[in-house]
């Protein structure tokens, strides 16, 4: 069993991430990394770019370069806007947690009582799917943490049950720390990339990191 004192010292070791987008973002980063010289290090981060979901939550990579989340697409003025594919999100929690508040199934009453681990106020992820399941308003324990990563972890620990990435979750998963609440349920979140519309090779170069990443990670 975690007391509450060993939870809080774990939970401080969390990564303080942004947003899943981030995370596709830093895989095509490491690809680029590997092929580019150090010139094109340096013109990449003065790159105005964006990495776009269909949610609202921004946050600043540099002076000019975000990965953010929006309910509409739509470009900026003179940007260039492309599908990259969809990110499959599954609700976790630890094994224990799982038959503490859901041993009788996934519905109205448990979800209403459950503790609930959201990114922030504007995540709607977890709301969404919680209307899959019922239409009836209900009011759980919210933990605010603003990390992706982190979320398994957090959910591993007992801390209340999330909505995480499918390529997060699979060793945790595997490893027991945390199981699906409802296999056959789940949210896919379109993901965009947004880019200057000019000739740029550095620009191209960026661009195809970033579609390859997005072909092994993302449901095309």
Known sequence: MIHAGQKRAQLNDLNPDASDAVV?????????????????????????CQCLQKCSITLTLSAQATAARRHMLL???????????????????????????FHGGVHAEALATAPLIVFDRKDDLQWRFIRRITR????????????????????ALGLGWCLAPE????????????????AGRWLDVPLYWQHAAVRSETIENVSRALYEAAASALRQ
Do not use: W
């Not at 003025?77 to 499959?88: A, E, I, T, W, Y």
């Not at 759980?140 to 990390?147: E, Q």
């Open 136 to 155: 009836a308003r209900v009011s759980p324990p919210v933990h605010y943490l603003p990390t992706s990563t982190g979320f398994v972890k957090a959910a």
């Open 167 to 182: 390529t997060l979750i699979g060793s945790a998963v595997e490893e027991g720390r945390v199981v699906v609440l409802e």
């Open 24 to 48: 596709l973002f830093a895989g095509a980063v490491t690809r680029l990394h590997d092929e580019c010289t150090t010139r094109m290090k340096h013109s990449f981060a003065r790159l105005p």
């Open 75 to 101: 470009p900026i003025q003179g940007c260039n806007v492309d599908p990259l594919g969809s990110m499959r999100y599954f609700a976790i929690a630890s094994p224990e947690f799982a038959k503490t508040h």
